[in-house]
């Protein structure tokens, strides 16, 4: 997930500064860095209590500091792992805090809203730019294949479904991916549009095969 963090590089770096000779790493720097992580996979794989009390960890620690640049960082992140699983509401917590948030970020919400500009860019994450870039919609959905880390292909591919430019090849890759993380929410997500697909084209034997791998993955978890 680390493509999409976008988190001060001192909190990225937390882990191996607290080895380091120099002062101690902030306790809240760590701490947000955890729970970021957790409430992130808490969210994949449908996990809505951990990752609501794993959010509200990492954005508590976050508040303690003042800095209201990064406390709307924390509720971009959010948006993204939404975005990735095709929950494309309005990302409220971020709006209310865009004033205090620097161009980058800012940019990078308008992406995940299907709504970046030309000059949007350049400001966005290294893995979104070839997607946000691309001309054509095959060249995008080829970009997205090319991305390494899966939850910031996710997103890349979610950005693309909602701005109406999702091909059968985006499709393919979202739920091999999806499917590879063992990630429930996401995959159940794009079978839905792949199903939603099979059905208009009046491919009923695709969309019944389609609905029976749904069918599993809703399945509760073993206790």
Same mark, same amino acid.
């Given at each position: 997930?680390?493509?999409?963090?976008?988190? /001060?590089?001192?909190?990225?770096?937390?882990?191996?500064?607290?080895?380091?000779?120099?002062?101690?790493?902030?306790?809240?720097?760590?701490?947000?860095?955890?729970?970021?992580?957790?409430?992130?996979?808490?969210?994949?794989?449908?996990?809505?209590?951990?990752?609501?009390?794993?959010?509200?960890?990492?954005?508590?620690?976050?508040?303690?500091?003042?800095?209201?640049? /990064?406390?709307?960082?924390?509720?971009?992140?959010?948006?993204?792992?939404?975005?990735?699983?095709?929950?494309?509401?309005?990302?409220?917590?971020?709006?209310?805090?865009?004033?205090?948030?620097?161009? @980058?970020?800012?940019?990078?919400?308008?992406?995940?809203?299907?709504?970046?500009?030309?000059?949007?860019?350049? /400001?966005?994450?290294? @893995?979104?730019?070839?997607?946000?870039?691309?001309?054509?919609?095959?060249? @995008?959905?080829?970009?997205?294949?090319?991305?390494?880390?899966? /939850?910031?292909?996710?997103?890349?591919?979610?950005?693309?479904?909602?701005?109406?430019?999702?091909?059968?090849?985006?499709?393919?890759?979202?739920?091999?991916?999806?499917?590879?993380?063992?990630?429930?929410?996401?995959?159940?997500?794009?079978?839905?549009?792949?199903?939603?697909?099979?059905?208009?084209?009046?491919?009923?034997?695709?969309?019944?095969?389609?609905?029976?791998?749904?069918?599993?993955?809703?399945?509760?978890?073993?206790?």
């Amino acid at each position: 997930m680390r493509n999409i963090k976008l988190l /001060l590089s001192a909190l990225a770096m937390a882990a191996l500064a607290a080895c380091s000779s120099g002062p101690p790493v902030p306790d809240w720097k760590m701490n947000a860095q955890s729970s970021v992580e957790r409430f992130q996979a808490a969210y994949l794989n449908g996990n809505a209590l951990v990752e609501q009390t794993e959010f509200r960890r990492a954005r508590s620690q976050v508040a303690g500091t003042g800095k209201l640049e /990064l406390v709307a960082r924390i509720e971009l992140l959010r948006c993204a792992a939404r975005v990735a699983s095709l929950a494309f509401d309005d990302c409220a917590g971020f709006d209310a805090l865009q004033a205090d948030a620097n161009d @980058a970020d800012r940019a990078y919400a308008a992406y995940l809203a299907g709504k970046a500009q030309a000059s949007d860019i350049a /400001l966005l994450p290294q @893995a979104q730019r070839a997607p946000a870039g691309a001309g054509a919609d095959i060249a @995008a959905a080829s970009a997205v294949a090319t991305i390494k880390d899966p /939850l910031s292909q996710l997103v890349a591919a979610g950005v693309l479904l909602r701005s109406g430019r999702a091909t059968p090849e985006l499709l393919d890759t979202a739920v091999a991916t999806a499917s590879d993380q063992g990630w429930r929410r996401p995959l159940l997500a794009w079978l839905g549009v792949q199903r939603l697909r099979a059905e208009q084209a009046g491919d009923t034997q695709a969309a019944q095969r389609i609905a029976r791998r749904m069918a599993i993955v809703e399945q509760p978890l073993a206790p």
